[in-house]
């Protein structure tokens, strides 16, 4: 058994989804399945039931995950032991973004060449927990969160984007309205899983005559894209970070749909001058 195996283990557990916890781990899918068929045979029990549309943990997983937690703990716990005592700061978010995350990481560096600045990859609740906690900083999140002890910061706005495929019968047009688009299904996913897109979506069609018309849910371990392929007749959604390859961008031309993009920090956090010039760059980039 190797922590590797128990981070790649947590990670399929909480995506529910071997193609997304390979994607937050900056691995393949097929390495992630070998490395969990490998903690498998080592322990001699199967953790998850797989099938083509969906991961089920066994009752074996359900034990092992709280203890996986901790060993993984003590092992953050050890390096942040030994690790060198300079100014350091971590930031949590999501994959959509690392790029601009990234780059504002590189300017605080530049500003403060003896600081160390983690980026990690945690999901919107573990994001939350992490700042509240402590393990970490700032976080960065889409709209807003009302937390005691926590404290928010508008940083920018997103536009969203519609996607179709190039066979959907709006896709060769400049411009689109949300009329033009309401007869049409609407692929999302599920409502508890994403609240502020569906009421963002809700908002815009509210002072229309018509509202959208929802297809089925985008399913946790399917693409956007693949559902809109298997249904060309359909749109979607999109944040602008999100991936585009193989679909149309269409351009609205009356509403735009916008979402906040927001710092979320602990309200008796000491602004450090790193901490600041992280927030500065993030808005500048």
Known sequence: MELRQLAYFVAVCEELSFSRAATRCFISQSA???????????????????????????????????????????ESAIRAAVRASGPRIRLAANMSFASRSLSAIAGARAAHPDAEIEFVIKPFRQRITAVADGDCDLALIRGRVDQPGL???????????IATTSG?????????????????????????????????????????????????????DHTATMELINRPEAWTVL????????????????????????????DDSRRSPILSTLLATLQRS
């Open 32 to 74: 992630i399945s070998h490395q969990i068929a490998r903690l498998e045979r080592d322990l001699g029990v199967p953790l998850f039931e797989r099938s083509t549309r969906a991961v089920v943990p066994t009752d074996a997983t359900t034990r092992l995950l709280p203890l996986a937690k901790q060993m993984l703990s003590l």
């Open 151 to 161: 404290m928010v910061e508008q940083l920018w706005v997103e536009d969203l984007v």
């Open 168 to 220: 959907h019968p709006l896709a060769t047009r400049d411009t689109v309205t949300l009329n033009d688009l309401s007869p049409y299904p609407l692929l999302l996913p599920p409502e508890q899983e994403q609240v502020l897109l569906h009421n963002i979506i809700r908002s815009a069609f509210a002072d229309l005559p018509v509202g959208p018309t929802f297809g089925p849910p985008i399913p946790p």
């Open 239 to 266: 944040y602008a970070q999100s991936p585009t390859e193989g679909l149309v961008v269409l351009q609205l031309a009356e509403h735009r749909l916008r979402i906040p993009v927001s710092a979320v920090l602990r």
